[in-house]
């Protein structure tokens, strides 16, 4: 399935190249991809991760912020970075790595259209109910859902700095309601944000799992597709506009065996715990 999205996605999209080659798209941080690697190599040890990741106290402190904060409702609190890491496991700390590493080379453009704090509440929004979905309905990807969630609308930015004189007046038409960003997309361009982010993801060496739910969270979903539901779930859920998006959550919750009840109550809590979230990120 994964190749049939790809295949479509280059016939669709066949100048994609161009729009992110228009931006150059930074490098991650030197330490995080030297992190990442450790994280990937099997043969390392998580002392060696942790001796490195502490050898820089900035992103020593987000890492015990974030581990510490609601979102993880640990009983005690971490105070050591080794201690993080042995909690986290391995690929719960490749995406909180990668997460951090996007927040903080992410553009931040100026065009009036942009909030930045209204970008990161929603992407936390998204974030914490993948997760919260994840944990019923496939716990073995619980971290990969919250970074895909995190970062499943990551090229809105670097397609404002990219094409601002095209994008800015669609995405201005998407906040005002004129139809959904995706179906704007497609038929001014003939592609959409979610692709152009999952090149961002090869661009970066992102884990295949995340890359395949970022670039296809707006692509059509069926129980069978290996594209992690809960971020395909999360995808409706609008900056601006709650009560459209929280319904048809509402009803894909509902394809995924969670009653309408259950999924309300998981929105509430995940809905809460966003705001601590957004500001580690914002």
Same mark, same amino acid.
């Given at each position: ?50 001796? *490195? ?105 670097? *397609? ?67 594209? *992690? ?28 065996? *969670? ?24």
């Amino acid at each position: 399935m994964l190749s049939l999205f790809r295949t479509k996605r280059a016939e669709r999209g066949a100048d994609l190249h161009p729009v992110v080659s228009k931006y150059e798209l930074p490098s991650f941080p030197a330490l995080i991809l030297r992190a990442l690697e450790k994280v990937r190599d099997e043969n390392a040890a998580l002392s060696e991760i942790a001796e *490195l990741v502490s050898a820089d106290p900035g992103l020593s402190a987000r890492l015990l912020r974030t581990v510490n904060s609601s979102a993880y409702c640990l009983r005690h609190k971490v105070q050591s970075i080794a201690h993080a890491i042995s909690l986290l496991g391995r690929g719960a700390l490749e995406s909180m790595l990668v997460a951090m590493a996007v927040q903080q080379i992410l553009p931040r453009p100026t065009a009036a259209e942009f909030d930045p704090v209204r970008f990161w509440r929603t992407a936390a929004r998204r974030a914490s109910v993948a997760r919260a979905v994840a944990d019923h309905v496939d716990p073995s990807r619980r971290s990969e859902s919250f970074t895909a969630g995190l970062l499943q609308d990551m090229a809105i930015p670097v *397609l404002l700095l990219a094409r601002p004189h095209e994008y800015v007046p669609l995405l201005r038409r998407w906040y005002a309601g004129d139809g959904d960003l995706v179906s704007l997309e497609r038929d001014a361009f003939d592609w959409d944000h979610g692709q152009v982010a999952r090149q961002m993801c090869d661009e970066w060496s992102f884990p295949e799992v995340i890359a395949a739910a970022i670039g296809a969270h707006h692509e059509h979903w069926t129980p069978d597709v290996s594209v *992690l539901p809960a971020v395909h779930l999360v995808a409706p859920l609008h900056e601006t506009q709650d009560e459209p998006g929280i319904s048809q959550v509402l009803e894909m919750g509902e394809s995924l065996g *969670l009653a309408a009840d259950q999924m309300q109550s998981l929105l509430d809590a995940s809905f809460d715990e966003a705001d601590e979230i957004a500001q580690l990120f914002a």
